[in-house]
């Protein structure tokens, strides 16, 4: 079935059985294994071996009924999605048909027969997010209907043993622990970054920031707002009772895309505490140097900086410009189980395999000055600072460059030259600076053109202007129209844009004399690219837009 749909060819089909005849094992597993078919055309042929039905995710209509039986979470772990019944039997599409697991906890949730459908995964997964993600507006549509006095309680007058065991009872509601689920999980299809959940006098707002700009969502009835706060803070392991001091908390959690580690973070307000869930996605955050978009010259010049057997490399730029995803990539570059690598974070973000990862911890006394002593204890090879926040983490890092170790770490400035300044200002010797510095790259991140609705736009003659270029005659700029694939925003994902500064012979005796930032650019001539300039060319490539590069470097 395979050969006749093309997908291998009959001499790959003998040399998968005469793997078979050595090792054993599924021919399925071995094609796929080998690379010569994927897993969904091997399940696509079993399925019309066995007469399952396939099903087009993209036409289908799933009942209320259906999707009601099963929760959410469940659905998305198992990658199934109930469409509705037939005679008694539960229609489900399935990404493998052939779970064994799955169809018992489909059968569990539902108690009946069930019929399986076959459809690819990515198809069930986008089905899953496009109907249980607009559960979310429903049911919120649903909650706002029922009386307010069911979940309201008197936050004041109960003693805390009281408020306690009330806000568990509510956590534990069934309502709000779908109504959270699902709200996380849509955030997660949705590629959100952040979940902001705000009270208000009179209205409780649910935002996700998508491409790093927030999107007002359907906002909760304000009444479940101690229930939905509550249930966020027993699922991230903090202290339910506790209200009027922030709180810092973790959630793991299974989805369809992989496992999903949530930061949270709650803060008081006048009306209530305000909790935001950083998202962190291992499967996206987690990439090689050369899938962030950095270009020539500029990629080769920076590999070159790792490569140093000693020194400091920086990543400078403000929050949320991708410094750390940076980082985790240059460190992946550098793995060998040779070298002793050690990181010292706040917090650790990705966990990273070979790589011993300290995660600070101020309240006992872990701070990255003394994290960064206890390392240079261990010999290692290569550290990597989370961040260089004060004087003394400075002076600690430079120092341990020029003791033979590779350190890099970040640094909050708006371009690539003014971490030199930076790092005066912290009152490091211009000379100890000198010696140590390899290299500095700064970035932003700008957002993708959707290439679904692409189309070609005429940039106003101003933001050509503000940029430093005169517009190009036969240059060709794109924007999106807006459509249903990326929220009517234009905008679908993210990319870099970077500045990458080698310090050679010359630069380094600009900075021991203690040059100016616009000493140091003249010193570096034509071998200084700024930000906006790369840019520009992707900008010019229909990337993304002028508008979108001048807004992230206009302080630059």
């Not at 029922?146 to 956590?171: F, R, T, Y």
């Not at 009179?202 to 909760?220: A, C, F, N, Q, W």
């Amino acid at each position: 079935m395979l050969i006749e749909a093309g997908v291998i060819t009959p001499q790959q089909l003998d040399a998968a059985l005469e793997a078979q005849t050595r090792s054993g094992g599924r021919l399925g597993e071995l094609l796929i294994a080998s690379g010569q078919a994927t897993a969904e055309a091997v399940c696509s042929a079993l399925c019309r071996q066995q007469g399952i039905a396939p099903i087009d995710l993209a036409e289908a209509v799933p009942e209320a009924e259906a999707l009601e039986l099963l929760p959410a979470e469940v659905a998305l772990k198992h990658r199934v999605l109930p469409l509705g019944f037939t005679d008694g039997r539960l229609h489900v599409a399935m990404a493998d048909p052939f779970d064994g697991t799955a169809c018992d906890v489909v059968k569990m949730f539902t108690g009946g027969a069930v019929e399986r459908l076959f459809a690819p995964a990515d198809a069930v997964g986008d089905a899953i997010g496009k109907h249980y993600g607009s559960n979310v507006s429903r049911m919120i549509a649903d909650l706002n209907g029922e009386s307010e006095a069911a979940s309201e309680i008197d936050l004041e007058d109960e003693s805390p043993v009281d408020l306690a065991s009330h806000l568990q009872a509510l956590a534990r509601e069934p309502t709000v622990v779908n109504l959270v689920n699902l709200m996380i999980h849509e955030a997660v299809e949705a590629r959100a970054s952040d979940i902001h959940i705000e009270p208000f006098e009179k209205t409780l707002k649910v935002k996700y920031r998508i491409d790093g700009m927030l999107h007002e969502m359907s906002p909760p009835p304000k009444h479940l707002q101690p229930a939905i706060t509550s249930r966020i803070k027993i699922m991230g392991g903090m202290n339910i009772a506790e209200r009027f001091v922030p709180q810092d908390g973790h959630i793991d959690l299974p989805t369809a895309r992989g496992p999903v580690d949530l930061r949270v973070a709650t803060v008081p307000t006048v009306y209530g505490e305000s909790v935001v869930l950083r998202i962190l996605d291992r499967a996206t955050a987690l990439i090689g140097l050369d899938n962030l978009g950095m270009p020539e010259p500029q990629l080769s010049d920076f590999k070159k900086e790792l490569e140093s057997p000693h020194g400091i490399v920086l990543v400078t730029g403000p929050t949320g410009s991708g410094k750390s995803t940076t980082l985790y990539a240059a460190l992946t570059h550098l793995f060998r189980p040779e070298l002793k690598i050690l990181t010292i974070e706040d917090p650790v973000e990705y966990r990273l395999d070979g790589v011993n990862q300290i995660p600070v911890n101020p309240k006992r006394g872990l701070t990255f000055a003394d994290g960064l002593r206890a390392i240079l204890r261990q010999d290692p090879d290569v550290i990597m600072v989370g961040e260089i926040r004060d004087a003394e983490t400075a002076d600690i890092a430079i120092r341990s460059a020029l003791t033979g170790h590779l350190v890099f770490s970040t640094l909050h400035t708006n371009d690539a030259v003014g971490a030199v300044a930076r790092l005066m200002d912290m009152g490091i010797e211009p000379f100890l600076i000198a010696s140590s510095l390899r290299g500095v790259m700064a970035q932003r991140l700008v957002r993708r053109v959707c290439q679904h609705c692409k189309q070609p736009a005429q940039p106003s003659e101003t933001i050509v202007r503000r940029l430093g270029h005169r517009l190009e005659e036969h240059a060709t700029f794109y924007e999106g129209a807006g459509c249903r694939e990326c929220r009517n925003t234009g905008f679908a994902g993210r990319m870099g844009i970077f500045e990458v500064v080698t310090v050679d012979d010359e630069l380094r005796d600009a900075i021991a004399g203690r040059a100016t930032t616009s000493k140091l650019i003249q010193v570096l001539g034509e071998r200084h690219v700024p930000m906006w300039e790369d840019g520009y060319r992707k900008a010019a490539a229909g990337q993304t837009t002028l508008a979108e590069v001048l807004r992230v470097t206009q302080d630059v």
